[in-house]
């Protein structure tokens, strides 16, 4: 969305722009255009983003619509910093400024006293370049030893060493805000500022230009402020002071994933997979995701991050390729016997209440059965397993583990005649070769052994059903 679709414009000076019937815009005049024009013509403004469709989104189409800074609420990995990102999209490709300027200053419009006089000078001949909206967009990690210099600015000791009065503005080193000029800002995580330097935006936001230690510098920005906070950091760590959380003419609040289609879409959009994840050991890391969001024995304030399902998904990977590296299996396939590995890897990146001290492998073992479980009953619903569980009964296992390949899982299961229960195992679950297969198979046994018709023993990094 942010690479260059397009050679830059061609116009070089100040002349060759007004020739070319170039219109100046502000850049929330320019976001409002664009955005109702992507919106006519159908296109998706917000390409990437799942969940939000009829929620968050029509909410801040209205506050960008509408020309507000904006501040988005949520608990930690719903997707504020990448929806903040996707803000560029709603940018023009091309933009030009004064060739130079370190504010990117439109030709049309110089502001600082050094471009407004050379502007006068040059006239025509002003010369421009052009930016790409990429350029135009600048983040920053609010932290608790961000300065008024970083956002704002400060005087430039070397400006001043050079021979430049102290009260010359252009000894002024200009901070991440003024440099955004005719972009968007955003600050993450806007309560962990101290409170002294959120007061350093007042001015910014509502009579849109900046003070720097007593400078009497009118600098008219035109920046586009948008920032996420963490309810929990917005309560108790921080606070967004309340005459800047008043000049914020929108604040949104963001949302887990509400259904189980988008939580998948999350996951196989954002993990890089270094094997093959069918999609019901998909579903179980996203059931199991939402179980934790959902369950009372973990803190949901402090929330269950969707990158906990991406980071789940892709331990599952790496168990699938581990186990093919180890045994010389050529196509590697996670199985369930892959999912115990989410347990173990990830314990620590969950919040659990005061009271749960202990328990919390426990907590996580049983919320991950219910989640298998719960797959099981949706994707094989209707399918009778009577016929292995028979096989099962008169004295045969099945062998399974992390350093058990598909095929061997696969050589162990029992024979079931002329019965095509593997084959329509397979079909429901969308399975196209032996590990995938294999993997599907491992799902309904492990289905049975939940439903206690069947039993199972663990030990020595294998499993055995029966």
């Known amino acids: 969305m942010t690479g260059t679709s397009s050679s830059a414009p061609s116009p070089r000076t100040l002349g060759e722009?007004?020739?070319?019937?170039?219109?100046?815009?502000g850049v929330r005049e320019e976001i409002r255009d664009n955005l109702l024009e992507m919106l006519r013509r159908g296109e998706d403004p917000w390409p990437g983003l799942h969940g939000f469709r009829d929620t968050v989104i029509p909410q801040l189409e209205r506050a960008l619509i509408a020309g507000h800074d904006v501040v988005l609420l949520g608990e930690r990995g719903q997707g504020?910093?990448?929806?903040?990102?996707?803000?560029?999209?709603?940018?023009?490709?091309?933009?030009?400024?004064?060739?130079?300027s370190e504010l990117g200053e439109h030709p049309y419009e110089p502001i600082s006293p050094l471009w407004r006089r050379r502007a006068a000078e040059l006239g025509d001949d002003l010369p421009i370049e052009w930016r790409h909206r990429s350029e135009r967009y600048a983040e920053k990690l609010a932290t608790p030893d961000t300065s008024v210099a970083d956002l704002i600015g400060d005087v430039d000791p070397m400006k001043v060493a050079e021979g430049r009065h102290l009260g010359?503005?252009?000894?002024?080193?200009?901070?991440?805000?003024?440099?955004?000029?005719?972009?968007?800002?955003?600050?993450?995580?806007?309560?962990?500022?101290?409170?002294?330097?959120?007061?350093?935006?007042?001015?910014?936001?509502?009579?849109?230009?900046?003070?720097?230690?007593?400078y009497v510098l009118r600098l008219p920005l035109d920046v586009l402020l948008v920032a996420s906070?963490?309810?929990?950091?917005?309560?108790?760590?921080?606070?967004?002071?309340?005459?800047?959380?008043?000049?914020?003419?929108?604040?949104?609040?963001?949302h887990y994933p509400t259904t189980l289609d988008d939580e998948i879409a999350v996951i196989r959009q954002e993990a890089h997979l270094v094997a093959?994840?069918?999609?019901?050991?998909?579903?179980?890391?996203?059931?199991?995701?939402?179980?934790?969001?959902?369950?009372?024995?973990?803190?949901?304030?402090?929330?269950?991050?969707?990158?906990?399902?991406?980071?789940?998904?892709?331990?599952?990977?790496?168990?699938?390729?581990?186990?093919?590296?180890v045994r010389g299996?050529?196509?590697?396939?996670?199985?369930?016997?892959?999912?115990?590995?989410?347990?173990?890897?990830?314990?620590?990146?969950?919040?659990?209440?005061?009271?749960?001290?202990?328990?919390?492998?426990?907590?996580?073992?049983?919320?991950?059965?219910?989640?298998?479980?719960?797959?099981?009953?949706?994707?094989?619903?209707?399918?009778?397993?009577g016929l292995l569980v028979a096989a099962l009964e008169q004295g045969r296992t099945v062998a399974t583990g992390v350093r058990v390949t598909a095929a061997e899982f696969l050589a162990g299961l029992p024979a079931l005649g002329e019965s095509p229960l593997y084959d329509e195992i397979s079909g429901r679950l969308g399975a196209h070769s032996p590990g995938e297969a294999a993997s599907g198979i491992e799902l309904a046994l492990e289905g049975l052994y939940l439903a206690r018709r069947i039993g199972k023993e663990s030990g020595g990094g294998e499993t055995l059903y029966g």
Request: negative net charge; proline residues 4%.
């Open 168 to 214: 010359d503005p252009e000894t002024i080193h200009f901070g991440l805000v003024p440099r955004s000029h005719r972009g968007i800002v955003a600050i993450n995580e806007l309560p962990d500022l101290a409170e002294r330097i959120q007061v350093a935006l007042l001015n910014v936001m509502e009579e849109r230009d900046i003070q720097i230690r007593g």
């Open 17 to 25: 722009l007004r020739a070319s019937g170039h219109r100046l815009r």
């Open 80 to 100: 504020k910093s990448r929806l903040l990102r996707t803000l560029v999209g709603l940018l023009d490709e091309w933009s030009p400024a004064i060739a130079g």
């Open 329 to 385: 299996e050529s196509d590697p396939v996670a199985r369930v016997v892959d999912l115990d590995t989410v347990v173990d890897v990830l314990r620590g990146k969950i919040e659990f209440e005061t009271g749960e001290e202990g328990r919390e492998t426990e907590i996580l073992t049983h919320l991950l059965r219910t989640a298998v479980a719960a797959c099981v009953r949706e994707r094989l619903r209707g399918v009778d397993l």
């Open 229 to 254: 906070a963490n309810p929990e950091d917005y309560t108790n760590r921080g606070r967004i002071i309340t005459p800047l959380k008043d000049r914020f003419g929108a604040e949104i609040r963001t």
């Open 276 to 325: 093959e994840v069918p999609e019901p050991v998909l579903e179980i890391v996203a059931r199991f995701t939402r179980a934790l969001r959902e369950s009372a024995a973990v803190d949901q304030r402090s929330g269950v991050s969707a990158r906990f399902a991406i980071a789940g998904a892709e331990t599952v990977a790496a168990s699938a390729l581990h186990r093919a590296t």
